[in-house]
């Protein structure tokens, strides 16, 4: 199994030492999870930092066995402004991760698309009026950070019954950043125009693709992320949405290959590792 760069205690440590006032830092918590700190705020994105997954999956024909240790139980994460989910897939919405850290947050607040409102409430057993909703287009100020939602195909633009998105992306901006995480999605018409204008600095992307015999729906692969960054103009591009279930991942060396053809900068990073918007 993939042993993480920092873990528990250790990457606590790396989280406290980062400070600046300028300059933010982030960490790969695995899968689409990401952790920004920007001066004193915090901010978690689609977290997935439990085993519900395995668990449930163990006794079928689809195992979602693990690659790479956890990088830090949810309970430990006890300064946490704000947390997103993109959607109700449980790798992004998972009441193992949430409900701990919530509980050790009590003023965390949490961004959803709303158009989930009802079935997070429902798996997170939480007052329905506790998340934040936006839909495509719109935007919503909380804990320091600004969220933009853009939807997300994954593998299609998905609507509710009032034709709000139900996967969402979002372009957050703090200071004097942007960073674009896109959730799980593909590319779409019309993605790039809704991308462009945002000048993003850090763009967070999956890449293990699509395929059908996994029989869940795909994201981009890594030419194709690559792409899009270089296309919306990202400064930087981070990819993340594999080495986690032996089923569904991908190698990221399609998409440093792009990269490197296309001149787009790129960086890779291992669970549990800190990037510093620094060494842009």
């Known amino acids: 199994m993939i042993k993480p760069v920092l873990q528990d205690e250790d990457l606590l440590a790396d989280i406290a030492a980062a400070r600046s006032q300028d300059d933010f830092f982030l960490w790969w918590l695995g899968q689409s999870g990401f952790l920004v700190k920007w001066r004193d705020h915090f901010l978690l994105l689609d977290p997935y930092l439990s085993d519900s997954l395995t668990k449930k999956y163990a006794q079928t024909d689809k195992p979602h066995t693990r690659m ?56 997170l057993k939480t007052p329905p009026e506790f998340p934040i909703g936006v839909d495509a287009g719109q935007s919503v100020t909380t804990g320091g950070f600004t969220f933009h939602a853009i939807p997300a195909a994954h593998e299609k633009i998905d609507r509710d019954e009032a034709g709000r998105c139900q996967y969402l992306g979002y372009i957050v901006r703090f200071g004097a950043w942007t960073i674009y995480h896109s959730g799980d999605t593909v ?40 792409t899009l960054a270089h296309n919306i103009g990202a400064r930087l591009v981070i990819p993340c949405h594999y080495d986690m279930f032996e089923f569904n991942t991908a190698s990221p060396e399609e998409f440093v290959k792009t990269c490197a053809l296309l001149g787009q900068r790129h960086r890779v990073l291992r669970a549990g590792e800190r990037w510093s918007s620094g060494e842009l």
Request: hydrophobic fraction near 45%.
């Open 187 to 226: 590319r779409y018409d019309g993605m790039l125009e809704q991308l462009v204008d945002w000048s993003v600095d850090v763009a967070l992307l999956p890449i293990n693709g699509a395929a059908p015999e996994r029989r869940v729906a795909g994201n981009l692969n890594g030419s194709e992320a690559a």
């Open 68 to 123: 790479t240790e956890l990088v830090i139980a949810p309970e430990k994460l006890s300064f946490v402004d704000v947390v997103t989910s993109s959607h109700n897939h449980t790798d992004h919405l998972d009441a193992e991760t949430l409900l701990p850290i919530f509980a050790n947050n009590p003023k965390s607040a949490f961004v959803i698309p709303e158009a989930n409102r009802e079935f997070v409430a429902h798996r």
